[in-house]
């Protein structure tokens, strides 16, 4: 199965949250609960293909990011909605949960 979920860094990740709906997980390799979230991830990403972008953004790799939204613990993941923040999530949460984060704010 092709991996649906995009690797954004510092230097994209402004355009790459530009428009529509896009949730951003903010991980790291050495995490263990960023690597249980990720399958659930890759599930999102084909459930709402066409409706909402998935991306990941290691947050050793790439730190200017994670500081400017204030990123504390991993995995944290954060809604946005043409640029904007409008939600957030942090931990491995379920994957209705997070179903349910997006659905709140596809309209």
């Known amino acids: 199965m092709a991996t649906l979920t995009q690797v954004v860094t ?3 990740f402004q355009q ?3 428009s529509g709906l ?3 997980d ?3 390799e050495w995490c263990g609960p960023c690597r249980a979230i ?3 991830l890759e599930e999102l990403a084909q459930e709402y293909e066409g409706q909402v972008t998935i991306l990941k953004l290691n947050v050793d790799d790439n730190p200017e990011t994670p500081a400017r939204y204030h990123i504390r613990a991993i995995p944290t993941l954060i809604l946005f909605k043409n640029g904007q923040p409008i939600d957030q999530v942090m931990g491995n949460v379920p994957k209705e949960q997070l ?3 997006i659905n709140r704010h596809r309209n």
Do not use: E
């Open 26 to 28: 903010f991980w790291a």
């Open 99 to 101: 179903q349910n984060m």
């Open 10 to 12: 510092d230097r994209d």
């Open 16 to 18: 790459k949250v530009g």
């Open 22 to 24: 896009v949730l951003v």
């Open 38 to 40: 990720a399958p659930k």
